[in-house]
């Protein structure tokens, strides 16, 4: 996030100067109308040397941040760069203008959209240096709250605590650092997906710490996460007729000027904090999918039935949920870690006597509609019963609710890899699984559940002590 535009980023062309020039004039509640004469008056196309002229390099990386906040690898990075701008430039007829309208933006590297994987979106590591000292405690709580807000998604941001003492760029154990810097041109910056590890960094400036209202850090961050999984400026669209970036993106909503990951200064409509809008929440949903439900786990529904991902493709969550209610509960398939509609018939012999050994349709209402709620289980990886009874701090505030007890494992338990069973144990499988490990860190607790149910259960591995 970029504080004032300044002169350092090609945004600052042009229309740009007789707009506004700093975030504190846009709090002030000036109006930023923009007829499209401005945009017909657009500036030429820059030459190299005007386009790296603009960009700020680190200090003490050497890296290029273009856009406000964006990092780019070396003089390499930036001339590929320069090339996508100087195409999309000069395509860009003014007749376009105004004909396409989307906000929620993804990036796009060699033609696919630039986005975490399956099994990586739920464990997305990361540490927070100890070198912001006195402020440190502010920026775990500001990156905590970050987090929550796009984990209204099947995106889950994990802080390895204990790499924080060795937080930097050659870390490995963790997906990216959180460092502190002073001195930049920006108020923040990250990256995306596709960024090798030494640029996945969240850098934040000293200045973030003094008066940004009407932002606050958290807000800040909000935007900085939705760069770290794929999100682009929204206003890079023509039709904000300013600080254009390059055509490298796929829409993934409908436009809304109030995004978070849209610049207030670039003819933005939010004049407060940086929140994520119900828009952005719809956009980022499309690209990771929808939480799990009391039944299914859309992502782990779809990324497990191979069929599936070939029929619809790897991340089309809707046709994934509709074939779930149209024919997978039918089928008896397996729908999510603390659902299995044929371990739920088989272990409830009431049921079977009362729908027959296959009628999966009943045994999931029965399950939706009277199972959890009286503490029956439905999964050899998650009871209840076992779950409340050997978790003191999950008992104490749930009692014998059990439907409360299953929320808590489907939105935090299971990336906490808090045991639910007495069969399983996945902090005890990933600890005894190096291979494993290896392929999705030492804390993706999720990843490690579905490899034990479709893999390593048939392939005699041990689930517990
Ligand atoms: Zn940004």
């Given at each position: 996030?970029?504080?004032?535009?300044?002169?350092?980023?090609?945004?600052?062309?042009?229309?740009?100067?007789?707009?506004?020039?700093?975030?504190?004039?846009?709090?002030?509640?000036?109006?930023?109308?923009?007829?499209?004469?401005?945009?017909?008056?657009?500036?030429?196309?820059?030459?190299?040397?005007?386009?790296?002229?603009?960009?700020?390099?680190?200090?003490?990386?050497?890296?290029?941040?273009?856009?406000?906040?964006?990092?780019?690898?070396?003089?390499?990075?930036?001339?590929?760069?320069?090339?996508?701008?100087?195409?999309?430039?000069?395509?860009?007829?003014?007749?376009?203008?105004?004909?396409?309208?989307?906000?929620?933006?993804?990036?796009?590297?060699?033609?696919?959209?630039?986005?975490?994987?399956?099994?990586?979106?739920?464990?997305?590591?990361?540490?927070?240096?100890?070198?912001?000292?006195?402020?440190?405690?502010?920026?775990?709580?500001?990156?905590?709250?970050?987090?929550?807000?796009?984990?209204?998604?099947?995106?889950?941001?994990?802080?390895?605590?204990?790499?924080?003492?060795?937080?930097?760029?050659?870390?490995?154990?963790?997906?990216?650092?959180?460092?502190?810097?002073?001195?930049?041109?920006?108020?923040?910056?990250?990256?995306?997906p596709s960024y090798s590890r030494a640029s996945r960094n969240v850098l934040i400036d000293t200045s973030s710490f003094g008066n940004i209202a009407p932002w606050t850090l958290t807000g800040i961050l909000r935007h900085e996460l939705g760069h770290t999984i794929g999100f682009?400026?929204?206003?890079?669209?023509?039709?904000?007729?300013?600080?254009?970036?390059?055509?490298?993106?796929?829409?993934?909503?409908?436009?809304?000027?109030?995004?978070?990951?849209?610049?207030?200064?670039?003819?933005?409509?939010?004049?407060?904090?940086?929140?994520?809008?119900?828009?952005?929440?719809?956009?980022?949903?499309?690209?990771?999918?929808?939480?799990?439900?009391?039944?299914?786990?859309?992502?782990?529904?779809?990324?497990?039935?191979?069929?599936?991902?070939?029929?619809?493709?790897?991340?089309?969550?809707?046709?994934?949920?509709?074939?779930?209610?149209?024919?997978?509960?039918?089928?008896?398939?397996?729908?999510?870690?603390?659902?299995?509609?044929?371990?739920?018939?088989?272990?409830?012999?009431?049921?079977?006597?009362?729908?027959?050994?296959?009628?999966?349709?009943?045994?999931?209402?029965?399950?939706?509609?009277?199972?959890?709620?009286?503490?029956?289980?439905?999964?050899?990886?998650?009871?209840?019963?076992?779950?409340?009874?050997?978790?003191?701090?999950?008992?104490?505030?749930?009692?014998?609710?059990?439907?409360?007890?299953?929320?808590?494992?489907?939105?935090?338990?299971?990336?906490?890899?808090?045991?639910?069973?007495?069969?399983?144990?996945?902090?005890?499988?990933?600890?005894?699984?190096?291979?494993?490990?290896?392929?999705?860190?030492?804390?993706?607790?999720?990843?490690?559940?579905?490899?034990?149910?479709?893999?390593?259960?048939?392939?005699?591995?041990?689930?517990?002590?």
């Amino acid at each position: 996030m970029k504080l004032s535009l300044g002169g350092h980023s090609r945004r600052a062309r042009g229309l740009w100067v007789a707009g506004v020039a700093s975030v504190g004039l846009v709090g002030c509640g000036e109006t930023l109308e923009s007829p499209l004469s401005e945009a017909v008056a657009r500036e030429p196309v820059l030459t190299y040397e005007e386009f790296r002229a603009q960009a700020w390099r680190e200090p003490d990386t050497g890296i290029f941040i273009v856009d406000g906040d964006t990092p780019v690898e070396g003089e390499e990075g930036l001339r590929a760069l320069y090339q996508d701008y100087v195409r999309d430039a000069e395509s860009m007829g003014v007749s376009e203008l105004g004909t396409q309208r989307a906000p929620l933006i993804v990036n796009r590297v060699n033609g696919a959209d630039d986005q975490w994987g399956y099994l990586r979106q739920r464990n997305i590591s990361y540490c927070v240096s100890t070198a912001f000292g006195a402020n440190y405690n502010t920026v775990v709580q500001a990156m905590a709250q970050a987090a929550a807000a796009w984990q209204q998604v099947n995106v889950r941001f994990h802080h390895r605590s204990d790499q924080d003492g060795a937080c930097n760029a050659s870390n490995n154990q963790v997906i990216f650092d959180v460092r502190p810097v002073s001195g930049q041109s920006y108020l923040a910056r990250a990256f995306f997906p596709s960024y090798s590890r030494a640029s996945r960094n969240v850098l934040i400036d000293t200045s973030s710490f003094g008066n940004i209202a009407p932002w606050t850090l958290t807000g800040i961050l909000r935007h900085e996460l939705g760069h770290t999984i794929g999100f682009r400026h929204e206003h890079t669209r023509p039709e904000a007729r300013t600080c254009f970036e390059d055509n490298n993106w796929r829409a993934l909503t409908g436009y809304d000027a109030a995004s978070v990951m849209h610049y207030p200064q670039c003819n933005g409509s939010n004049r407060g904090d940086l929140n994520l809008t119900a828009t952005d929440v719809s956009g980022a949903r499309v690209l990771y999918g929808p939480l799990a439900e009391t039944d299914v786990d859309t992502g782990f529904y779809l990324s497990n039935h191979g069929d599936l991902v070939n029929a619809y493709g790897a991340a089309n969550w809707e046709a994934a949920r509709n074939h779930w209610l149209n024919w997978g509960i039918a089928e008896g398939r397996r729908s999510s870690a603390h659902f299995d509609v044929k371990y739920y018939l088989a272990n409830n012999p009431d049921l079977v006597a009362a729908y027959g050994p296959t009628n999966y349709v009943a045994a999931r209402n029965h399950w939706l509609n009277w199972g959890i709620g009286e503490g029956r289980r439905a999964s050899a990886e998650f009871d209840v019963k076992y779950y409340l009874a050997n978790n003191g701090d999950l008992q104490a505030a749930f009692g014998n609710n059990y439907g409360a007890a299953l929320n808590h494992w489907i939105h935090q338990g299971l990336y906490e890899g808090r045991r639910a069973s007495a069969e399983f144990d996945v902090k005890y499988y990933l600890a005894n699984n190096p291979d494993l490990v290896a392929a999705f860190g030492a804390t993706n607790y999720p990843a490690a559940m579905d490899h034990w149910i479709f893999q390593g259960r048939a392939q005699g591995r041990r689930g517990a002590p």
